[in-house]
């Protein structure tokens, strides 16, 4: 036989010449892509970065050349040649050996540096065809339904279905396979003509619905293979034949059955389970844990599904003695089983003078006194006495099982106070009873007490209540300086005012709380006492409106207008100035302070560059008064002047 082989290039599309047969799909800008700038720079002639044109096509053996700027450089990529231009480029010209040219594209908008743009084209296809040996043939096509059967040509494996294919002119078997299915087979002819056959393969499988009373979910084995499915559920396109259908649960009897499915039938099967297990309901006072075999389940009651057996029953409480049973479990026969747990106790006498105090048990009235309070719990309570006229008693007792306690208590008629003044020295009247002078320390009966604190004309009268859980302690202030109120409406604290000279300022030391500012020893009582301390920036513009931090000068004109004689004593608590400074110290951090007790170091608002800040102090053991300089970082206290 001759054979021919003619190698041909077609180019489809042939109703375009081929000069048509390249063309632009799109072009368009690409702002995200960072080739040109970032990933993949290049440079034209006057060191400036060019475009990037990304020209997507399937073809390759492309040719580009670029207007008067030319081009720098191409690179061929997967599915694309990359491009660079000059920025300002206008146009392009494409070649290819057969498709041909397209000359002078203008670019439809203006090429910017370092910027990426995407052209397709859209070519002809160019297809190498290979002709051999021509042999007489025939098409033969088999469909079937369903799909995917295996064809069998003359007894050999050809393929599956839909199956097509050429053979010699001549006559062939065939058969068709496919798993679940009855396989077909026959002749063909393709001595004349192709050949088609559309085959229906018969099924060889039916379903099998499978149904389960008292309960479903049962897990569902088919022939000792696990299906995934529980009951109620079908089992679809089970091969014809017999079969063994077996459900499972864990509170049922196994049970298996044999069936027959039969083609393109449903069988149906219903199970009657067969119970396991029985009920069992527990409960345990008061309140006890549950166990069963050392298993915790529950807290007072429990109710669930044994298997057949036998169990050991417990329930236990902290402070109660625990108690255990032993049970057995036969399958359909439910059980109950309760338990009642004896508590670890003791008890209380409870004596008290006077008697018929009120007696409280962590917070509870149990009765009045005497008493005796019975079956306690072990462990620790809380027992309060409390009677009109006396003071409160409360006292922890630990009991003990089995144990009896005694509490036996007198309750206080009143209690220690102290009560002083400023200045010291006052004469004191309590109820009308002269008491001596301030300050003074005594025991007062519980209630309320008439006060009279007497110091030359000044008199104040009070009236103070005594309790137990109440304060201890009163301080009255009994000086002749006529002082005036302000009330920081910042924080709704409030100051006492008094006017030395031509001036008025605070005599209490400010306690407004800014972010440089801290309390003595960082304790919240000393700031109650000495106000706060203060870092010099945040003292500047700290006083409320209407006040202002005082100058150097401010203070040198109080010192001259306080008495000469003892400037110490004059500005000091208790002093005739009623300017009253309270020795409380100060701190270089807010973790070194030092000299409450005998030093008052105060902010000024003049700032001297070379050395800091001007301060006012104060010292007890010399009892001397003075401006210095100082860091201006350290804490100090403040003294505001009214504008």
């Not at 559309?198 to 000792?224: H, R, T």
């Not at 069992?280 to 008061?286: D, G, R, V, Y």
């Not at 300050?439 to 008199?459: A, E, M, Q, R, W």
Request: charged fraction near 25%; proline fraction near 3%.
């Amino acid at each position: 036989m001759r054979h021919y082989l003619l190698v041909v290039l077609l180019v489809l599309m042939s109703q375009f010449s081929v000069g048509q047969s390249i063309s632009v799909a799109s072009f368009e800008k690409r702002s995200n892509d960072m080739d040109a700038r970032i990933h993949s720079p290049v440079k034209d002639q006057n060191g400036d970065l060019c475009a990037l044109l990304k020209i997507e096509t399937t073809e390759t053996g492309f040719v580009f050349e670029g207007g008067s700027l030319g081009i720098m450089k191409t690179e061929k990529k997967t599915g694309e040649y990359w491009v660079y231009v000059p920025y300002g480029s206008k146009r392009i010209s494409i070649k290819h050996d057969q498709l041909g040219i397209l000359r002078d594209y203008m670019f439809p908008e203006p090429i910017e540096k370092a910027t990426v743009y995407l052209m397709k084209l859209t070519t002809a296809t160019l297809r190498t065809i290979v002709e051999d040996v021509v042999i007489e043939s025939q098409w033969l096509v088999i469909n079937s339904e369903p799909t995917g059967a295996n064809v069998f040509i003359d007894d050999q494996l050809a393929g599956s279905t839909p199956f097509q294919r050429k053979y010699k002119a001549s006559e062939y078997t065939y058969r068709l396979e496919k798993n679940r299915y009855h396989p077909q087979a026959g002749k063909i002819d393709l001595s004349v003509e192709k050949e088609k056959l559309d085959l229906i393969l018969k099924p060889k499988f039916g379903d099998i619905y499978i149904s389960s009373v008292p309960e479903s979910d049962m897990q569902i084995y088919l022939d000792d293979e696990n299906t995934g499915k529980t009951t109620p559920a079908t089992l679809k396109a089970v091969a014809s034949g017999a079969h063994n259908v077996k459900l499972q649960s864990q509170w049922f009897q196994p049970q298996t059955k044999v069936l027959t499915v039969n083609d393109e039938q449903s069988t149906n099967v219903d199970f009657v389970m067969q119970p396991a297990y029985a009920e069992l309901s527990i409960t345990a006072k008061p309140n006890a844990d549950i166990l069963i075999d050392g298993e915790r389940k529950a807290s007072g009651s429990w109710n669930g599904r044994l298997l057949s057996g036998i169990y050991s029953i417990k329930a236990e409480k902290s402070k109660y003695y625990s108690e255990e049973k032993q049970i057995e479990i036969i399958a359909e026969k439910d059980e109950t089983l309760s338990f009642n747990l004896k508590g670890k106790t003791g008890s209380v006498d409870v004596i008290t003078t006077p008697m018929e105090a009120k007696v409280y048990l962590n917070g509870e009235l149990q009765g009045t006194s005497p008493m005796t309070l019975k079956d306690l719990l072990i462990g620790e309570y809380e027992i309060g006495l409390e009677k009109s006229g006396y003071g409160i008693i409360t006292k922890t007792v630990d009991i003990k099982e089995n144990e009896s306690i005694r509490v036996e208590e007198k309750l206080p008629q009143g209690k220690e106070i102290t009560i002083i003044s400023t200045p010291s020295g006052a004469n004191l009247s309590i109820d009308g009873e002269n008491r001596g002078s301030t300050p003074y320390t005594g025991t007062l009966s519980f209630g309320s007490h008439s006060i009279k604190l007497v110091n030359g004309k000044k008199v104040v009268e009070e009236s103070i209540s005594v309790n137990q859980a109440g304060k201890n302690r009163w301080e009255f202030d009994v000086r002749k300086i006529p002082y005036g109120l302000m009330t920081d409406t910042r924080d709704g604290k409030t100051y006492k005012t008094v006017k030395i000279g031509k001036e008025i300022w605070m005599a209490d030391n400010l306690n407004y709380r800014t972010t440089d500012s801290w309390c003595y020893d960082n304790e919240s009582h000393n700031c109650d006492k000495y106000g706060r301390l203060y870092k010099w920036e945040s003292a500047k513009n700290t006083c409320p409106d209407g006040w202002h931090l005082p100058s150097k000068r401010d203070f040198k004109i109080l010192l001259k207008s306080v008495d000469k004689s003892n400037v110490y004593n004059a500005l000091t608590e208790g002093g005739e100035s009623g300017f009253s400074i309270p020795l409380g110290g100060w701190g270089n951090s807010k973790t070194n302070f030092s000299g409450c007790g005998y030093i008052a170091y105060y902010w000024t608002s003049t700032y001297y560059v070379s050395s800091g800040v001007w301060y006012f102090d104060i010292y007890k053991h010399t009892e001397s008064v003075d401006l210095h300089l100082v860091n201006k970082n350290v804490g100090l206290s403040v003294r505001c002047i009214k504008d």
